[in-house]
């Protein structure tokens, strides 16, 4: 891994969902990877951590998540605004090399079988709990974290730190249409 890149503890792990980025949804298996870019996904348990996330029928990447029991979200940033608008309006159903094609270069970390999406801002790897009514009915997935990581230039002390890296790491929010929003600067309201 790169060395940048460095464990969050897994208490802490909502917090690298918690400000509603748009997310990379990377898995992978008998050989096959693939990743989508997801706008419908958020942090849903402290203990253990869980999180949430939307993945349609018709997409390639649900049948590796459904066969393998695992997927990945990334925090993708403003120099992966390409890539993730890219990734999630090109389905591997029609586009097997979609991955090369985007450039999309990918990772592992040790003891996961999961792939991971270089160049992003921070990686929560998911075991499936499975809830089949829900992935059905609302094609809702659970996972739980078992590993979280964050670089470190942009997450420190347990926070997001956007004020303090440059433009580039600022995450990405899509709203519809190719249209993004990075996010903003930091405020902070009186806790008194």
């Keep these: 891994m790169d060395q ?16 509603g980025p748009t997310v ?8 096959v990877e693939n990743v989508m870019s997801a706008a419908w996904s958020c942090a849903l348990d402290f203990a253990p951590p869980k999180v949430t996330v939307v993945l349609d029928k018709a997409t390639a990447t649900r049948p590796l998540v459904e066969k393998s029991g695992w997927f990945a979200l990334q925090v993708p940033n ?10 999630g309006h090109t389905s591997a159903n029609d586009a097997p090399d979609k991955l090369a ?12 079988d999961v792939p991971l999406v270089k160049g992003s801002s921070a990686w929560l790897i998911c ?11 609302y094609d809702l997935f659970i996972g739980e974290v078992v590993a ?10 347990g926070h997001w730190a ?5 433009p580039e790491w600022r995450s990405l929010h899509y709203i519809a249409g ?5 996010i903003g600067d930091a405020v902070v309201a009186n806790t008194n």
């Design 4 to 19: 940048h890149i460095k464990p969050v503890a897994l208490e802490k792990a909502y917090r690298l969902l918690n400000h």
């Design 78 to 87: 403003m120099a992966q605004l390409q890539l993730t608008y890219d990734v």
């Design 148 to 157: 979280a990581y964050a670089d470190e230039r942009v997450f420190q002390n």
């Design 178 to 182: 190719g249209n993004f929003y990075a």
């Design 24 to 31: 990379l949804v990377s898995a992978s298996h008998g050989g």
């Design 162 to 166: 956007f004020e303090n890296a440059g």
């Design 101 to 112: 094609r985007f450039g999309v270069g990918l990772f592992r970390a040790d003891g996961y």
């Design 127 to 137: 075991k499936v709990l499975p809830e089949p009514r829900n992935e059905q009915v």
